[in-house]
């Protein structure tokens, strides 16, 4: 395993972390998911991200069990606080009572005394940025949290977080966990710039676009059974956008370029997002132990320039650039 520092932080992380947004608590069963756990611990990986929202709080459950009896130092535990975990008005977003409240929850869930990195899981458009930034800050002074991130926010949000946090003060923003991957690069046009000059880094997650990046859906076959894309529990939304005959034609055509370099698809797509020196780490996540052992071999993987302008050509138009993508939602949910 590699490791690499988080942002201008004196974090370490492993450049591979393990997720558990769509798996724990939900697509497979607590065996399974503590056997991925393990697998992940066995090949080095040191970094676990979930969120209070996965599964119902279920997936932090499931993470703080199959963890425990690890020396908590370490690992880097990640959670973040947005979405609703409940059905009360102040169930969500990112007022102080929310996050003070979903705090102590996600450290119960978890069975840790800290969480390493606390995230913004959204924007929200409803709460004073200041409210939000001074309640973080609060909690890094009481220890419950080591350091602040932000998830799905664009440039100019965290632009705004940044100066406050100066004015003010306050704990810094030293995280940005995006969607990138080969085929959704919104963040390269505006965050990343802004990240490198502040010292923020990326926790990049879906590399593999969901699984389209594996090669296992082909152009005019049925989708396979047991996929993402079959998934009624919210996976399947969104892998959608790329379930067209075109992408799933271009995703074919990178198979030489793994074969070449004596990777598997998914190795190669989770490589490519390690090549950006703005990612700290890729966030995979896995139903079977199998899973992970297969996706760590991206850790260290060098891609050299002509390969990158390959896979460029080969996807073309397929990509999405539009920073605009980012989006989160203009009320709480």
Known sequence: MEFRYLGRSGLKISEIAYGNWLTHGSQVEEDAARACVRAALDEGITTFDTADVYAGTRAEEVLGRALKGQRRAGLEIFTKVFWPTGPGQNDRGLSRKHIIESIDGSLRRLGTDYIDLYQ????????????????????????????????????????????????????????????????????????????????????????????????????????????????????????????????????????????????????????????????????????????VADNVKAAGVKLDADVLKRI??????????????????????
């Open 120 to 291: 913004a899981h959204r924007f929200d458009h409803e709460t004073p940025l200041e409210e939000t930034l001074k309640a973080f800050d609060d909690l890094v002074r009481q220890g419950k949290v080591l350091y602040i991130g932000v998830s799905e926010w664009r440039a100019e949000e965290i632009e705004r977080a940044l100066k406050i946090a100066d004015e003010m003060g306050l704990d810094r923003i030293i995280s940005s966990q995006p969607q990138y991957s080969m085929l959704w690069r919104v963040i390269e046009e505006e965050v990343v710039p802004l990240s490198e000059r502040e010292g923020i880094g990326q926790i990049v997650w879906s590399p593999i676009a969901q699984g389209v990046l594996t090669g296992k859906y082909k152009p005019g076959q049925p989708l396979p059974e047991g996929s993402r894309a079959t998934d009624d529990k919210g996976g399947a939304d969104m892998i959608r956008r790329y379930l067209n005959d075109d992408v799933l034609t271009r995703v074919q055509n990178l198979r030489p370029i793994a074969d070449d370099l004596g990777l598997s698809m998914a190795q190669l797509a989770i490589a490519w997002t390690l090549q950006n020196p703005n990612v700290s780490a890729a966030i995979v996540g896995a139903s079977r132990p199998e899973q």
């Open 312 to 333: 460029d050509e080969v996807l073309g138009d397929a990509v999405v650039r539009d920073p605009s993508k980012t989006v989160s939602p203009s009320s709480r949910p």
